[in-house]
Protein backbone atom coordinates (compact mmCIF):
# COMPACT_ATOMS: atom_id res chain seq x y z
CA UNK A 1 0.00 0.00 0.00
CA UNK A 2 2.67 2.50 1.03
CA UNK A 3 4.42 2.17 -2.35
CA UNK A 4 1.47 2.63 -4.28
CA UNK A 5 1.15 6.14 -2.71
CA UNK A 6 4.78 6.71 -2.86
CA UNK A 7 4.60 5.93 -6.64
CA UNK A 8 1.48 8.41 -7.00
CA UNK A 9 3.54 10.81 -4.92
CA UNK A 10 6.31 10.93 -7.23
CA UNK A 11 3.97 10.91 -10.34
CA UNK A 12 2.48 14.13 -9.12
CA UNK A 13 5.40 15.54 -8.48
CA UNK A 14 7.95 17.77 -10.92
CA UNK A 15 10.56 14.59 -10.21
CA UNK A 16 10.05 12.61 -13.21
CA UNK A 17 13.48 10.91 -12.92
CA UNK A 18 15.33 8.65 -10.72
CA UNK A 19 18.23 10.73 -11.24
CA UNK A 20 16.09 13.68 -10.02
CA UNK A 21 14.99 11.85 -7.04
CA UNK A 22 18.43 11.04 -6.58
CA UNK A 23 19.91 14.31 -6.61
CA UNK A 24 16.90 15.78 -4.27
CA UNK A 25 17.54 13.25 -1.95
CA UNK A 26 21.57 14.15 -1.88
CA UNK A 27 21.02 17.63 -1.45
CA UNK A 28 18.11 17.37 1.15
CA UNK A 29 21.15 15.00 3.13
CA UNK A 30 23.91 17.67 2.26
CA UNK A 31 21.49 20.66 3.88
CA UNK A 32 20.83 18.21 6.90
CA UNK A 33 25.18 17.88 7.26
CA UNK A 34 25.21 21.41 7.25
CA UNK A 35 22.71 22.18 9.72
CA UNK A 36 24.55 19.00 12.36
CA UNK A 37 27.68 20.39 11.16
CA UNK A 38 27.21 23.96 11.78
CA UNK A 39 25.17 22.93 15.41
CA UNK A 40 28.47 20.92 16.21
CA UNK A 41 30.74 23.41 15.48
CA UNK A 42 28.73 25.75 17.93
CA UNK A 43 29.07 23.45 20.32
CA UNK A 44 32.73 22.70 19.89
CA UNK A 45 33.52 26.81 19.75
CA UNK A 46 31.93 27.40 23.03
CA UNK A 47 32.57 24.36 24.72
CA UNK A 48 35.83 23.37 23.63
CA UNK A 49 36.95 26.78 22.78
CA UNK A 50 38.37 24.85 19.24
CA UNK A 51 37.16 26.69 16.01
CA UNK A 52 39.08 23.69 13.74
CA UNK A 53 35.16 22.22 12.39
CA UNK A 54 34.37 25.80 10.85
CA UNK A 55 37.01 24.75 8.41
CA UNK A 56 35.01 21.96 7.47
CA UNK A 57 31.75 23.62 7.54
CA UNK A 58 33.05 25.88 4.89
CA UNK A 59 34.40 23.01 2.83
CA UNK A 60 31.11 21.13 3.26
CA UNK A 61 29.47 24.48 1.64
CA UNK A 62 31.58 25.87 -0.55
CA UNK A 63 33.28 23.08 -2.69
CA UNK A 64 29.57 21.88 -4.03
CA UNK A 65 28.37 25.53 -4.77
CA UNK A 66 31.09 26.18 -6.29
CA UNK A 67 31.48 23.03 -8.32
CA UNK A 68 27.46 23.53 -9.14
CA UNK A 69 27.83 26.78 -10.39
CA UNK A 70 30.47 25.41 -12.38
CA UNK A 71 29.02 22.95 -14.13
CA UNK A 72 25.60 25.26 -14.30
CA UNK A 73 28.11 27.88 -16.16
CA UNK A 74 29.71 24.84 -18.56
CA UNK A 75 26.10 23.29 -19.22
CA UNK A 76 24.47 26.86 -20.51
CA UNK A 77 27.65 27.54 -22.46
CA UNK A 78 26.91 24.14 -24.32
CA UNK A 79 23.75 24.81 -24.87
CA UNK A 80 23.96 28.40 -26.77
CA UNK A 81 27.11 26.78 -28.50
CA UNK A 82 24.65 24.04 -29.56
CA UNK A 83 22.13 26.61 -30.68
CA UNK A 84 24.37 29.24 -32.04
CA UNK A 85 26.02 25.97 -34.80
CA UNK A 86 22.35 24.96 -35.64
CA UNK A 87 21.61 28.86 -36.32
CA UNK A 88 18.78 29.41 -33.26
CA UNK A 89 18.44 31.87 -30.65
CA UNK A 90 20.10 31.23 -27.79
CA UNK A 91 17.97 30.76 -24.44
CA UNK A 92 18.25 33.75 -22.32
CA UNK A 93 19.34 32.90 -19.17
CA UNK A 94 19.91 36.35 -17.80
CA UNK A 95 18.18 39.81 -19.27
CA UNK A 96 21.12 41.34 -21.36
CA UNK A 97 23.56 43.99 -19.48
CA UNK A 98 23.70 47.40 -21.55
CA UNK A 99 27.12 47.64 -21.98
CA UNK A 100 27.26 50.77 -24.33
CA UNK A 101 27.43 53.45 -21.38
CA UNK A 102 23.16 54.33 -21.78
CA UNK A 103 22.10 55.06 -18.12
CA UNK A 104 18.55 55.12 -18.00
CA UNK A 105 18.68 57.84 -15.11
CA UNK A 106 17.99 55.16 -11.87
CA UNK A 107 21.50 54.95 -10.87
CA UNK A 108 22.27 58.72 -11.25
CA UNK A 109 18.70 59.66 -9.67
CA UNK A 110 19.85 57.55 -6.40
CA UNK A 111 23.28 58.63 -6.08
CA UNK A 112 22.37 62.34 -6.61
CA UNK A 113 20.18 62.00 -3.30
CA UNK A 114 22.79 59.63 -1.59
CA UNK A 115 25.34 62.91 -2.47
CA UNK A 116 23.45 65.73 -1.09
CA UNK A 117 24.17 67.76 1.88
CA UNK A 118 21.59 68.04 4.34
CA UNK A 119 21.87 71.46 6.01
Not at 67 to 89: C, D, F, P, T
Amino acid sequence: MKKKRLTAFLQKSPINYMSDLFIVAMVLCWIIVIIIMVAAAIWSTVNLGDTTIWCYVQELTGIPLTAGGALWMIKNGVQHAIANSRGEQAHMDFPAVCADGEDDGIETELNNNDNEVKG
